[in-house]
């Protein structure tokens, strides 16, 4: 076999953009499959103990590397992948900067056991820390077994900085499952301390899809397809009805390659603007096949930031895949009317003859929004019953009655003024008074003192309330996070939290990266009200949850939870749990930006909020009050 693999001039190599850093055992996942994937393997194994601290080992059916090769792959900028600077803009491979494993080799103790398909012998080579100890001929079987032990053992102070096991071994597997999703027609196995995960054979991408994350995704995905001079984007979106509130499932790809792109999920985005509520997000697997030359993967480290030639095209595109892909398989809803609460519409029968009467509960309007029972409650509707016994002719008089507008006895309507609320009076930031007041539908209500100032609501999401020195904003969402964690944390302060049984157990499908987290905090989760069962694969059963969650669904609690533990795992210390649930379990909870809030809504959450004595600021620091001065709003008209 030639060697193939070449150090790249300096001129070629400064071109590059900046080097690999591998910061945890993901970055050395990642790396050592893609090269895996290069290699033309067609079966990967991945095998992990300690969460990648202790070991992390690739083993591949590639073509392997020669004695040379393997030598020089561990040299910074060698690689077999490009030869001049031209080819950085028409890659076909994952990897071709010829850094990641020297980086790797740099900080972890490497033994390497490689040989070529036509060969009879391999080599090994041993390196501790970039310093080669030992290259031998050794008997293996074709392909390469990268093995990377103790990470980072001569810079202690980033192996301290590594989170928990649970932690790390969760951001592999996220790792591992968008490798996976990308390659679908190759063999994939992991293993983590002896345990396998993960084994999928080769398939479609639907196929892998619920090998990943669930057969429950089944009867859930839309195929998606379109090809064009420009771009052919082929794969999956989830139906309207079953986006969700967090952990959405969301894969952008181009040539086989994972990328994150902001423009292309906000065009996905506006296609299901009005079809999911505005607090959820919709699954999406999209691959999208371009020519090479015309996008650019060398403007970040990890390569998943992709650079288009022809966005704005590829923009109108897929959005008018997405759209027609939903409306084709139905995923627009309709209205049902054959639903039970659906209203009895006279029809007119030209075979009756003469005036009849209609018989119409007034309770009910069809049009009428149900009014809470209590702040940021569910409310019950009035009673839903239509009766029509008989057919009338005058429809002028019916349709009065059907729009709950009574007819006065001279045949005009009447209209009766819906009653003014009650200013109510909560203290501000300043310590000062502010009379509140405000209707459902944006617009402040005059009253007749025109000094008085008035709160109303922006965008439904901002709340704005007249101050002695200005105009007080204030982020709904986050003040609402804001109040229910400080109930929260009086309650949890007190004991043990109350737990509550279900009545019927709610089963949750996980990831494997999701469940391998769960397994670590059950016993945590059980101290402050959950009960938690393991039924096998990657299923939970929910059986008991704390009593705190009033209007929140133990489900999506548990995956906020999930989440959250994820991207910050807190100390071990019962405080810093106790806080760390609370924000959580608040952030549930709470209402979301999109919500429409009534007046008594608005009141009731500003009262609450200013009545904290530090509402400015949520627990993890985000703004929540922004004071717009009066000095800036006379300067806007100056």
């Keep these: 076999m030639n060697d193939v693999i070449r150090l790249l001039p300096d001129s070629v ?25 290069d290699a033309g393997a067609t079966s990967i194994q991945v095998i992990v103990k300690d969460a990648g601290r202790t070991l992390v080992q690739v083993v591949d059916n590639g073509k392997g590397m020669s004695d040379t090769d393997a030598r020089m792959a561990f040299e910074r900028h060698a690689t077999s992948k490009i030869e001049k600077a031209d080819d950085l803009f028409s890659l076909h491979t994952m990897g071709f900067r010829g850094e990641a494993l020297a980086s790797i080799a740099a900080v972890a103790q490497i033994d390497l056991r490689t040989m070529p398909r036509d060969s009879e012998i391999g080599t090994r080579i041993i390196i501790n820390g970039s310093k080669l100890e030992s290259q031998t001929p050794e008997a293996c079987t074709p392909g390469t077994n990268m093995m990377v032990k103790n990470l980072f053992f001569n810079v202690p102070v980033r192996r301290k900085f590594l989170k928990r096991d649970s932690v790390e071994l969760s951001n592999i597997l996220r790792e591992f499952e968008r490798l996976a999703l990308v390659n679908p027609s190759l063999d994939f196995e992991f293993v983590n301390n002896d345990s396998t995960l993960h084994r999928m054979i ?70 299901f603007e009005k079809l999911i509520p505005a607090d959820s997000q919709p699954n999406y697997f999209l691959n999208f096949i371009v020519d090479p030359e015309t996008i650019d993967v060398n403007i970040h480290p990890t390569k998943n930031e992709i ?29 049902d009317f054959e639903a039970v609460d659906a209203p009895e519409i006279p029809v007119f029968d030209p075979n009756v003859h003469g005036q009849h009467s209609v018989e119409i509960d007034r309770s ?7 009014r809470p029972t209590s702040p940021f409650g569910g409310g019950t509707g009035g009673n839903n019953s239509l009766r029509s016994t008989g057919v009338t002719s005058n429809w002028e008089q019916l ?75 204030i982020d709904q969402h986050r003040a609402h996070v804001k109040v229910l964690y400080e109930q929260i944390m009086q309650r949890l302060a007190q ?62 609690a548990l995956l906020d939870i999930l989440e959250d533990t994820a991207a910050d795992r807190p100390d071990d210390n019962a405080d810093s749990w106790r806080s760390h649930l609370a924000l959580s379990l608040a952030r549930s909870s709470a209402i979301r930006a999109g919500k429409k809030l009534t007046a008594a809504e608005r009141e009731h959450l500003l009262s609450e909020l200013l009545r904290l004595p530090t509402p400015n600021y949520t627990p993890d620091g985000q703004v929540i009050i922004s004071i717009l001065s009066a000095d800036q709003l006379e300067g806007m008209f100056s």
């Excluded at 190599?13 to 994937?37: C, D, F, M, T, Y």
């Excluded at 794969?235 to 994150?260: C, D, S, T, W």
């Excluded at 109108?316 to 309709?334: D, H, M, T, W, Y």
């Excluded at 209500?445 to 709340?463: H, W």
């Design 202 to 271: 080769g398939s479609s991408l639907k196929q892998r899809i619920i090998d990943l994350f669930g057969k429950g995704l089944d009867k859930q995905l839309l195929p998606v397809s379109t090809k064009t001079p420009i771009v052919a984007i082929d794969g999956f979106i989830g139906r309207p009805e079953h986006a969700r509130k967090r952990n959405a499932l969301q894969y952008l790809m181009v040539n086989g390659r994972h990328m994150r792109h902001p423009y292309f999920h906000k065009a996905i985005l506006m296609c």
């Design 307 to 335: 650079k288009f030639e022809n966005e704005a095209p590829i923009w109108q595109i897929l959005s008018a895949a997405v759209k027609e892909s939903l409306g084709r398989f139905n995923a627009v809803p309709g209205i």
């Design 13 to 37: 190599a400064n071109q590059i953009a900046a080097g690999e850093v591998i910061q945890r055992p993901a970055s050395v996942v990642k790396e050592l499959v893609e090269n895996a994937v």
């Design 364 to 370: 009910y309007n069809p049009f009428a929004q149900s």
């Design 495 to 556: 004991g043990a939290a109350p737990s509550q049984h279900v009545m019927f157990p709610e089963i949750i499908e996980l990831t494997a990266a999701q469940s391998s987290l769960l397994e670590s905090l059950a016993d945590k989760l059980n101290d402050y009200g959950f009960e938690l069962s393991f039924l096998g694969g990657n299923s939970w059963s929910i059986t008991a949850q704390p009593t705190i969650l009033d209007r929140t669904k133990p489900r999506e």
């Design 399 to 473: 349709y009065q009655d059907f729009m709950g507008t009574p007819a006065s006895t001279d045949g005009t309507s009447t209209h009766t003024p819906s009653a003014t609320q009650e200013d109510v009076i909560v203290e501000s930031v300043e310590g000062t008074l502010i009379p509140q007041i405000g209707d459902a539908e944006n617009e402040p209500v005059i009253s007749a003192n025109t000094d008085e100032p008035a709160t109303l609501q922006v965008k439904n999401r901002y709340i704005l309330s007249a101050t002695t020195s200005g105009v007080m904003i």
